[in-house]
């Protein structure tokens, strides 16, 4: 049986709360390539690289259109989106892309 894929709609945002909206279909990748530097000009320039919002769709049409949407809003729209879920701008996908740590722990066994 095949897997179904996932697309999102996510809203980046630079510290001084400038925001960017996109549509993916690998949510941490793109975070990630954005932390890098590799989102385009306008989240270089205003470094806008902290996930503070997202949204999971099925169906890449639906996403598609949740994103025009978005973006067609005035900006305290897109706050209010942003602060429903997350009301301090945390950074959602803060330690992603760090080194993972392994733990091994000693089992009792004969």
Excluded at 4 to 23: C, D, E, F, L, P
Excluded at 40 to 65: K, M, P
Aim: net charge positive; proline share 1%.
């Amino acid at each position: 049986m095949a897997s179904q894929r996932t697309y999102y709609v996510y809203i980046m945002a630079s510290k001084s709360r400038v925001t960017y909206v996109g549509v993916t279909g690998c949510l941490m990748a793109r975070v990630l390539r954005h932390r890098v530097g590799e989102g385009g000009e306008f989240t270089r320039r205003y470094q806008v690289h902290r996930l503070v919002y997202f949204a999971s769709f099925r169906n890449v049409g639906d996403a598609i259109g949740r994103e025009t949407e978005i973006k067609k809003w005035r900006r305290g729209k897109k706050v209010r989106l942003i602060e429903e879920r997350n009301p301090t701008w945390e950074d959602l996908a803060e330690g992603w892309g760090e080194a993972a740590v392994m733990r091994v722990r000693k089992t009792d066994s004969g």
